[in-house]
């Protein structure tokens, strides 16, 4: 097992990576000075395979746990789904010293999180991960949020969890498509601060793709630990914690247009990464060798690396994206890069611009 220390003071935490760590959550809950009395929150697809065995963890360690599943599925993401998660918990008594288990891929975390947040006003909670995107990406650095119809994430809070398990058992079970998806996010590490990093996904990509245990533990670990430092230095996204979005403004309005669900977020910011790159040739100066090769890793992956707009489509994707909580003073911030393994945060592109390049693509 593999251990990435989350440094916040008082609110710091660990995030443990290896096989069998589900098994060990009642033993690690017992550490924290939690209440007795918890929900784990999870869906309807990662439930029926793991829920059994958490829920016999919490009991044996002498914790009181309830289940609430929801569906599964981007449009969870709720304010609807936020209601019932409270709505349940309060059936069981929830108290001020109870918390939360989040057990499941990225939307359950950003709902239970945000649920513990609000509940009681505020609960300690609980990550276990279970989708690779989730182990790497949002189940670390406390953000927490469900979406509206004007956006994706538009409502949450900053929530840091007490503890994150990535038990990469789990991920023998998710789908092919759910899995490349979740490379999407180590891919970005890479070009946002780890060229070693890039340079070896590009060498061992087919191996990764084989689910070769070692080597998943290795760059997942590697993952965490830039997220870890990323977010350790700027909790709150003032400016550093920025970086971490480099493909997301544009990924996160092809969701908004899309209807949540129709693309995987991993899958809308592979198309998002590899836009912003031929933003960062035009705006930066990224050599164009380094942007082709951010394009051929993704399609290598067999991500997306395009999307096919009409006139009125294009619009409305301009338009989402200046709902985009990094718009400052009404204009949409981009982190573009000048290098693999090297970005800048907080750079001003015009909406023109970005309409001209995805013409230009035949997008």
Known sequence: MQLVPVALGKRSYSIHIGSGLLKTLG?????????????VITDSRVGPLFASGVLKSLT?????????????GEATKSLGSVEKCCNAMAKHRMERKSFV?????GVVGDLAGFAAACHLRGLQFIQIPTTLLAQVDSSVGGKTGVNLKAGKNLVGAFHQPRLVLCDIDT??????????AGLAEIIKYGVIQDRALFELLESQMQRILRRDKSLLTQIIARSCEIKADVVSQDETESGLRATLNFGHTIGHAIEAISGYGKYLHGEAISIGQVLAARLSEQCLGLPASDSMRIRQLFERTELPTSIRLNALQLKRLLEAMQLDKKVVGGQVKFVLARGIGRVEWGCAVPLDTVAQLMKSQGT
């Open 27 to 39: 033993e690690q809950a017992s550490l924290l000075d939690l209440g007795r009395r918890c929900a």
């Open 101 to 105: 288990v989040a057990l499941g891929g």
């Open 60 to 72: 044996k360690a002498g914790f009181c746990p309830s289940l609430i599943q929801v569906k599964a």
């Open 171 to 180: 991920l023998k079970t998710l789908p092919d498509r759910e899995f490349r």
